[in-house]
């Protein structure tokens, strides 16, 4: 059983936890993590999510994502996000994450890194993901167009805004 920390709409640790699936009180948020991960050929690592799970079945994704669990801060959400779902280790020693997207009930940083990986030392986590590869711009906008890529507001754009920071 998964325990989050609930947070305030200001981002403030409220000192209450959340058990997952149970209903969220108003006014309660919790923290959510994306990583996408480049590489040096302006490839981005994407995973395809296994077809049973909740939301967005056997559908491509950014290389990792989830929840935060109790006493996790972003960049350690992040961190074992990764190595959980791809069983690889990332550094993220002086970075922050790249921009925040707040929802209904919570705020989900989005981290943006680059690292060389080889496909070869993915281990997948069986339940979670069934696939993982490099793509270049141009095939994440095919897979977006085709609906086999989660529509994220950015998704066409990653590519363009992995370089900034900002305003534009």
């Known amino acids: 059983m ?3 920390d609930i947070y305030d709409e200001n981002r403030n640790k409220t000192g209450r936890i ?19 991960i480049f590489n040096s050929k302006n490839e981005l690592l994407i995973q395809r999510r296994h077809p049973d799970k909740i939301g967005w079945p056997g559908i491509w994704d950014i290389s990792a994502a989830g929840s935060a669990l109790q006493d996790e801060d972003s960049r350690m959400a992040a961190i074992r996000e990764v190595k959980e779902e791809l069983g ?13 997207i707040n929802f209904d009930q919570g705020f ?31 095939e994440l906008i095919k897979l ?13 754009n990653i590519f363009k805004i992995r ?4 305003s534009f």
């Open 2 to 4: 998964e325990y989050w």
């Open 144 to 156: 977006l167009e085709a609906g086999q890529f989660i529509p994220y507001w950015f998704g066409a």
């Open 18 to 36: 959340y058990r997952r699936g149970d209903e969220m009180q108003s006014g309660d948020y919790h923290l959510v993590i994306h990583v996408c």
């Open 88 to 100: 690889i280790e990332i550094n993220l020693d002086g970075l922050r994450p790249h921009f925040t």
């Open 163 to 166: 370089k900034l920071n900002g």
């Open 108 to 138: 989900d940083d989005y981290w943006f890194i680059e690292q060389e990986i080889d496909l070869k030392d993915i281990t997948l986590q069986p339940e979670e993901v069934v696939d993982a590869k490099w793509v270049q711009e141009d």
